[in-house]
């Protein structure tokens, strides 16, 4: 939880520097509107606290933030809708709503590409700038790019074959569009939630088998109602902080300048924490009562990935947006 809840807060703080649009006539205070779906916890507090001190002593007390935690601001369908009219300035995004605003970025999730974090960072890096050009064309400063940990399956009932999906209730996140076909190939009926519902669905058995990483399943107490957790990984969650264009426009040249200095000094240590977390996570929920369930035919699971990269090719992505990812992790994949 501390990488999580830096991630979190470091995201706030960045969009709450000199020079944001909106303003209080009778404060003369910026106010900057942030969404998560990250709920608030003590330490989540003691680090708003700290951050508030540091802008106070930067803005000479101008600049405030309000977030709204926990979903309170809707799920990211609303929370897009909110910032699309204003409600709502900046929030953290998974690609599959950022996709939206950024088409072809739905390759970031594309299953059994990564086996290691150097893949990642070297993809992104080489996506980086026309993605972000996309999606500021579309109205939108994509403030930094983020990984969320190995999408694991977590479920109440051991899951060792795409047999043991059919026989369940796994989760269907609506807005996946790969997660969609995945179902489909494998003749898999699906229960459609949005993650604000998740963790009710899981307490009344709606489902009983959902995907996510373990960092995030904690967060959000999905790993309260499960079992049972995938030992191979099959993903990795991605997605990307996004500020409202017209947000980003109002700051001056050097306020822009010294949010991108702040988020550039601090992002890669937070990264890197959260990843560490997530490993640190995934052991630990093996203590306190998740049984890790392997695979009966990993092979399985990989063949049906590269089946399902290349089945979204024209949908998602183009085939040869997909020949640059895979050549790239190739160059840097593990040594055999």
């Given at each position: 939880?501390?990488?999580l809840v830096?991630i979190v807060?470091?995201?706030?703080a960045?969009?709450a520097?000199?020079g944001?649009?909106?303003?209080?006539?009778?404060?003369?205070?910026?106010?900057?509107?942030?969404?998560?779906?990250?709920?608030?916890?003590?330490d989540?507090?003691v680090?708003?606290?700290?951050?508030?001190?540091?802008l106070?002593?930067a803005?000479?007390?101008?600049?405030?933030?309000?977030?709204?935690?926990g979903?309170?601001?809707?799920d990211?369908?609303?929370?897009?809708?909110?910032?699309?009219?204003?409600?709502?300035?900046?929030?953290p995004?998974?690609?599959d709503?950022?996709?939206?605003y950024?088409?072809?970025?739905?390759?970031?999730?594309a299953?059994?590409?990564?086996?290691n974090w150097?893949?990642v960072?070297?993809v992104?890096s080489?996506?980086a700038?026309?993605?972000n050009?996309?999606?500021?064309?579309?109205?939108f400063k994509?403030?930094?790019w983020?990984d969320?940990?190995?999408?694991?399956?977590f479920?109440?009932?051991?899951?060792r074959?795409?047999?043991?999906?059919?026989?369940?209730?796994?989760?269907?996140?609506p807005?996946?569009?790969?997660?969609?076909?995945?179902y489909?190939?494998?003749n898999?009926t699906?229960?459609?939630?949005?993650?604000s519902e998740v963790?009710?669905g899981?307490m009344?058995?709606?489902i009983?088998?959902?995907?996510m990483?373990?960092?995030?399943g904690?967060?959000f107490?999905w790993t309260?109602?499960t079992?049972?957790?995938s030992?191979?990984p099959v993903s990795?969650?991605?997605?990307?902080?996004?500020?409202r264009?017209a947000?980003w426009d109002?700051?001056s040249k050097?306020?822009?300048?010294t949010?991108?200095?702040?988020l550039n000094?601090?992002?890669?240590?937070t990264?890197?924490?959260?990843r560490?977390d997530d490993?640190?996570?995934y052991k630990?929920?093996?203590t306190?009562?998740?049984?890790?369930?392997?695979?009966d035919k990993?092979?399985d699971?990989?063949?049906m990935?590269k089946?399902?990269?290349k089945?979204?090719?024209?949908?998602s992505?183009?085939?040869?947006?997909?020949?640059?990812v895979?050549?790239?992790?190739?160059?840097?994949?593990?040594?055999?």
């Amino acid at each position: 939880m501390r990488a999580l809840v830096s991630i979190v807060v470091l995201s706030i703080a960045l969009v709450a520097l000199p020079g944001g649009p909106r303003s209080e006539a009778d404060t003369g205070n910026f106010v900057i509107k942030v969404a998560t779906l990250v709920p608030r916890t003590q330490d989540l507090a003691v680090q708003e606290k700290r951050y508030n001190q540091r802008l106070a002593e930067a803005t000479n007390g101008r600049i405030q933030f309000k977030t709204y935690f926990g979903g309170s601001a809707g799920d990211d369908q609303t929370v897009i809708r909110k910032m699309k009219i204003g409600q709502v300035d900046a929030a953290p995004l998974g690609t599959d709503v950022v996709a939206r605003y950024v088409h072809q970025c739905t390759v970031l999730m594309a299953p059994q590409t990564f086996t290691n974090w150097k893949q990642v960072d070297a993809v992104r890096s080489a996506l980086a700038v026309e993605f972000n050009d996309e999606a500021y064309k579309n109205g939108f400063k994509v403030m930094s790019w983020w990984d969320g940990g190995q999408v694991r399956i977590f479920s109440k009932n051991p899951v060792r074959n795409f047999g043991d999906l059919r026989k369940g209730r796994p989760w269907l996140y609506p807005e996946s569009a790969l997660l969609k076909e995945f179902y489909q190939m494998i003749n898999v009926t699906g229960v459609p939630l949005p993650l604000s519902e998740v963790y009710s669905g899981l307490m009344t058995n709606m489902i009983d088998t959902v995907w996510m990483s373990s960092v995030l399943g904690t967060a959000f107490r999905w790993t309260t109602e499960t079992k049972y957790v995938s030992t191979m990984p099959v993903s990795v969650i991605q997605g990307a902080f996004l500020l409202r264009r017209a947000v980003w426009d109002g700051f001056s040249k050097e306020d822009q300048a010294t949010l991108t200095t702040i988020l550039n000094d601090q992002s890669a240590a937070t990264q890197a924490d959260f990843r560490r977390d997530d490993e640190k996570t995934y052991k630990k929920l093996q203590t306190r009562g998740i049984t890790p369930i392997d695979f009966d035919k990993p092979q399985d699971w990989l063949d049906m990935g590269k089946k399902l990269r290349k089945k979204m090719v024209g949908r998602s992505y183009s085939q040869d947006l997909l020949d640059r990812v895979e050549a790239i992790t190739k160059q840097y994949a593990d040594k055999t």
